[in-house]
């Protein structure tokens, strides 16, 4: 069985506390390799929950970002 669901879940938590997240935070909630992590993403961003903000190659910030647009 998957644990990817549980992971997304913990991530999505997470957002709810601080909308901004990068790679290193998801692998220190979720123990995942870095390839999963950026699956879940990935993921995260092609469903429109994150947005990635830098534009970077390294170091991605992603922003949850109807969440942040709630307040804004």
Do not use: C, W
Not at 6 to 20: D, R
């Amino acid at each position: 069985m998957s644990s990817r669901p549980a992971n997304v879940q913990i991530v999505i938590n997470y957002l709810f506390q601080k909308p901004i997240i990068d790679a290193q935070i998801v692998k220190e909630l979720t123990h995942l390799s870095s390839p999963s992590v950026y699956k879940i993403l990935n993921e995260l961003e092609n469903l429109g929950i994150l947005e990635e903000m830098t534009r970077a190659k390294r170091g991605k910030l992603f922003l949850f970002k109807d969440y942040i647009y709630l307040f804004s």
